[in-house]
């Protein structure tokens, strides 16, 4: 039976676990495969439903991978899942030469992406496993930003295309985003709020964030932010991005991942093929992750809605001098409202807050 559209807070592994179900009533050719960590990974609701297809390949997650060509081999659909760590990172040789470079139908569900898992601390938070697999020829990357997303992309990735998948999902309970389960992903980019002044296009447990930093902009500011989610990060969509960019002319990225090879890289591709604009980024920078809980690893890293939107404010005042367009009385008019209303006789703030977010660009 479908899942009902949830309204509260939940993380998205739940949907995983819950859109696997579904599948195996609908398609007895699925499999599920899980490194001892179902329960973590919610693979367990599977297990328990069709226990002849379920396989706990216990800790030997290269293993789990090597199984699931096989059984991918014999027309079967494997949705193998572990923690993002050991799924990008132990397991890389056998996802990419077993799963990529054969192209074979596998889909990947790697749980507790990201900072956000918390307690487990720098060993178990995975902050570089979409620069891996952008990077790996022929596998997609998908990062849902809420449970109701996050079950039509488990859904979806049965028919969608037989190229290999791998699907990013977070430990911890998130704000819902969207109120229904979408149709489908559609081409991977949605424009959930319009806006003129300034682009803030995330991922994953960033999309709300991003909501709220546009609320935050808005009512603080006067700026009216457009927010993008980006679901499908590799292919990414990239029409949906131009047409934002061309229209607000700066962007600001946010994700919980490395800012190299993630999100902000793959969004400067599209802009500086096609439409150079200045792209601002939200993520991490050249650092691991630390213990504590999953909100205070957040906050610790400015992973957060303020963290957001005081970047878009630097990207804001620094929007004139990086572009070099319009003159000095277009200038004035793009600069946020409380700093139009600060006056100009004196430039010093200004200059100084212009060159500390330029060093801090130049660090990510």
Not at 145 to 174: F, K
């Given at each position: 039976?479908?899942?009902e559209?949830?309204?509260?807070?939940?993380?998205?592994?739940?949907?995983?676990?819950?859109a696997?179900?579904?599948?195996?009533?609908?398609?007895?050719?699925?499999?599920?495969?899980?490194?001892?960590?179902?329960?973590?990974?919610?693979?367990?609701?599977?297990?328990?439903?069709?226990?002849?297809?379920?396989?706990?390949?216990?800790?030997?997650?290269?293993?789990?991978?090597?199984?699931?060509?096989?059984?991918?081999?014999?027309?079967?659909?494997?949705?193998?899942?572990?923690?993002?760590?050991?799924?990008?990172?132990?397991?890389?040789?056998?996802?990419?030469?077993?799963?990529?470079?054969?192209?074979?139908?596998?889909?990947?569900?790697?749980?507790?992406?990201?900072?956000?898992?918390?307690?487990?601390?720098?060993?178990h938070?995975?902050?570089?496993?979409?620069?891996?697999?952008?990077?790996?020829?022929?596998?997609?990357?998908?990062v849902?930003?809420?449970?109701?997303?996050?079950?039509?992309?488990?859904?979806?990735?049965?028919?969608?295309?037989?190229?290999?998948?791998?699907?990013?999902?977070?430990?911890?309970?998130?704000?819902?985003?969207?109120?229904?389960?979408?149709?489908?992903?559609?081409?991977g980019?949605?424009?959930?709020?319009?806006?003129?002044?300034?682009?803030?296009?995330?991922?994953?447990?960033?999309?709300?964030?991003?909501?709220?930093?546009?609320?935050?902009?808005?009512?603080?500011?006067?700026?009216?932010?457009?927010?993008?989610?980006?679901?499908?990060?590799k292919?990414?969509?990239?029409?949906?991005?131009?047409?934002?960019?061309?229209?607000?002319?700066?962007?600001?990225?946010?994700?919980?991942?490395?800012?190299?090879?993630?999100?902000?890289?793959?969004?400067?591709?599209?802009?500086?093929?096609?439409?150079?604009?200045?792209?601002?980024?939200?993520?991490?920078?050249?650092?691991?992750?630390?213990?504590?809980?999953?909100e205070?690893?957040?906050?610790?890293?400015?992973?957060?809605a303020?963290?957001?939107?005081?970047?878009?404010?630097?990207?804001?005042?620094?929007?004139?001098?990086?572009?070099?367009?319009?003159?000095?009385?277009?200038?004035?008019?793009?600069?946020?409202?409380?700093?139009?209303?600060?006056?100009?006789?004196?430039?010093?703030?200004?200059?100084?807050?212009?060159?500390?977010?330029?060093?801090?660009?130049?660090?990510?």
């Amino acid at each position: 039976m479908p899942a009902e559209a949830k309204t509260e807070p939940i993380a998205t592994r739940h949907a995983y676990g819950d859109a696997l179900v579904e599948l195996g009533e609908a398609h007895d050719e699925v499999v599920a495969l899980d490194a001892d960590l179902a329960v973590s990974t919610q693979s367990m609701k599977f297990g328990e439903r069709f226990p002849e297809r379920f396989f706990n390949c216990g800790a030997a997650e290269a293993n789990m991978m090597s199984m699931a060509c096989g059984l991918a081999a014999t027309g079967k659909v494997p949705y193998a899942s572990t923690f993002a760590i050991f799924a990008s990172g132990r397991a890389y040789d056998q996802v990419r030469l077993g799963i990529a470079h054969n192209e074979l139908k596998v889909r990947i569900g790697a749980s507790h992406g990201g900072v956000s898992l918390g307690e487990d601390g720098a060993s178990h938070q995975m902050i570089e496993d979409i620069a891996l697999m952008r990077a790996m020829p022929r596998m997609q990357v998908v990062v849902p930003a809420d449970y109701n997303q996050a079950y039509r992309a488990v859904i979806d990735s049965y028919e969608s295309n037989d190229a290999p998948m791998y699907i990013r999902l977070g430990r911890p309970s998130t704000p819902i985003v969207y109120d229904e389960i979408p149709e489908s992903l559609g081409g991977g980019v949605d424009v959930l709020r319009e806006g003129k002044d300034i682009s803030l296009i995330a991922t994953g447990h960033m999309v709300w964030r991003a909501m709220d930093a546009a609320e935050t902009l808005e009512r603080e500011d006067g700026v009216e932010a457009e927010v993008l989610n980006v679901s499908i990060v590799k292919p990414i969509q990239s029409e949906p991005v131009l047409e934002s960019i061309s229209k607000t002319g700066v962007a600001v990225t946010a994700e919980e991942h490395r800012v190299t090879g993630g999100l902000a890289d793959a969004v400067r591709h599209v802009a500086a093929e096609q439409h150079p604009v200045p792209i601002f980024a939200v993520g991490m920078g050249d650092e691991f992750g630390i213990s504590g809980t999953g909100e205070a690893c957040m906050e610790h890293f400015g992973l957060t809605a303020r963290g957001i939107a005081d970047r878009a404010r630097e990207a804001l005042v620094l929007k004139p001098i990086v572009s070099g367009s319009g003159g000095r009385g277009d200038r004035a008019a793009r600069r946020p409202r409380r700093d139009r209303e600060a006056g100009q006789a004196d430039r010093r703030p200004l200059a100084r807050r212009s060159a500390a977010a330029a060093d801090r660009q130049r660090r990510l």
